[in-house]
């Protein structure tokens, strides 16, 4: 009897486990929005205005409680700061090239 309920109370602490593990729209829509606030400092004056436009848009969405469409704009712009930080690294390479020379 012990060991029958010894796996019952284990296997609902693993199923509660797992289930705190399962991030929900509002936890995956902080995860992307963080990721492109941290990217979009990261391009520094190369910043994009159309990726400011897309964090605000994410943020009115989320405060409104619609979490799929704030992850979707927060994701549109992590991807723009990702664009504008490639841009950044692009441009500190070809002007190192026009100063220093090939």
Sequence with gaps: MIKKSSLIIATSFGLLVSLGAYAGPKEDFQQV???AES???NAGT???TVTS???KA???AADSGDYGKAKTMATEARNLAQES???RKQQAEVWRNVAIGN
């Design 53 to 55: 436009d897309r964090l």
């Design 85 to 87: 930080v490639a841009q």
């Design 33 to 35: 929005y963080s990721e």
């Design 46 to 48: 190369f910043k994009w």
């Design 58 to 60: 994410a943020r009115s």
């Design 39 to 41: 990217t979009n400092q």
